[in-house]
């Protein structure tokens, strides 16, 4: 079955300090992979996606994620974390071609704390 | 850059009552997507809408609930008889085509929450 596991429902880091967050998937064939975050009250932003190519994506907002098909992961990184990126985290998946349905986790939500 | 809106950003209603949600996706993309979050759970898939038909629905997208591009910008969700668990947000994605603008990804809306009393 199609899914994605994001095994921290709540991190709180302090501001300055590193983030990693988690995601796990289980998909048939070769996945296309997202972050997405949603501050309160707002909709989905994409960070990053992985297609193809080289394992280590670089998104927005500072944000990096590493595709690891050995472990089924895609970890989504940050070396300093900001006041404003307290959020929740989607990590999803999808077919390739990128049209194809979402398979969201179930998100992290992460507090910075100053 | 073009964004994916939604109307209204909260609606409320009798359970019973039908309701549309109205999403403007960016403009050239050809697929249209809706999904939801109930309150504290994950983002689900409901739709996908190309070319006019639905190309792939959820066991959650029963009878209850239809799709249409009326115009050649908007894109709806009706709700025919609205039951409280259909209390949710619902987000409008789109997806554009290699070349267009904002090409390869699907690309959110803000959201419109629906509440059934």
């Known amino acids: 079955a199609q899914s994605v596991t994001q095994p921290d429902i709540h991190i709180t880091v302090s501001e300055g300090a590193s983030l990693e967050l988690r995601c796990n998937y289980s998909y048939g064939a070769t996945p296309y992979l997202f972050w997405y975050v949603q501050s309160p009250g707002q909709g989905l932003q994409l960070l990053l996606k992985y297609f193809s190519g080289d394992t280590l994506v670089q998104g927005i907002k500072g944000f990096e994620a590493e595709f690891k098909r050995s472990q089924s992961s895609f970890n989504l990184r940050k070396p300093s974390v900001h006041w404003s990126d307290a959020a929740e985290y989607f990590c999803?998946?999808?077919?390739?071609?990128?049209?194809?349905?979402?398979?969201f986790g179930a998100g992290t939500r992460l507090a910075v704390h100053p | 850059e073009p964004e994916v809106t939604q109307t209204p950003s909260h609606q409320v209603t009798q359970m019973g009552q039908e309701v549309i949600l109205r999403c403007v996706p960016i403009?050239?993309?050809?697929?249209f997507y809706w999904y939801r979050q109930i309150l504290g759970q994950k983002v689900e898939f409901l739709v996908s809408?190309?070319?006019?038909?639905?190309?792939?629905k959820s066991e959650i997208f029963d009878d209850q609930f239809s799709v249409e591009r009326p115009d050649g910008s908007n894109f709806t969700l009706k709700i025919r008889s609205t039951k409280l668990e259909d209390s949710a947000m619902y987000f409008c994605?789109?997806?554009?085509?290699?070349?267009?603008?904002?090409?390869?990804?699907?690309?959110f809306g803000p959201g419109t929450r629906l509440t059934v009393l």
């Open positions: 994605a789109s997806y554009g085509v290699a070349g267009g603008p904002r090409e390869d990804t699907q690309y």
């Open positions: 809408f190309y070319n006019n038909e639905i190309s792939e």
């Open positions: 999803a998946v999808g077919a390739q071609g990128g049209y194809n349905k979402l398979i």
């Open positions: 403009s050239n993309h050809l697929y």
